[in-house]
């Protein structure tokens, strides 16, 4: 195991918590969030925030509008 440090957990944070990083660079911020109470809190956060985001953005416009807005494209065609 690298102990990747804060700063490096800290600006990776974000491809981390979106699986982006490389495994080798996951599994670096992996075991230093697991001893860092810090970083993991940071990453608590960013998770909860991500999460929320992504409940937020799942809502649907009513049905009505839907139709509305499709009607006038499709008048505009």
Do not use: W, Y
């Not at 911020?29 to 909860?48: F, N, Q, Y």
């Amino acid at each position: 195991m690298t102990d990747c440090g804060c700063d490096k957990a800290k600006a990776e944070l974000e491809e981390f918590l979106h699986r982006e990083l490389s495994d080798d660079d996951f599994k670096d911020v992996s075991e230093h969030l697991a001893g860092c109470v810090e970083c993991e809190t940071e990453a608590a956060v960013g998770l909860t925030l991500m999460q929320r985001v992504r409940s937020a953005c799942q809502e649907k416009a009513p049905e009505e509008l839907r139709e509305s807005i499709l009607a006038r494209l499709n008048a505009h065609v």
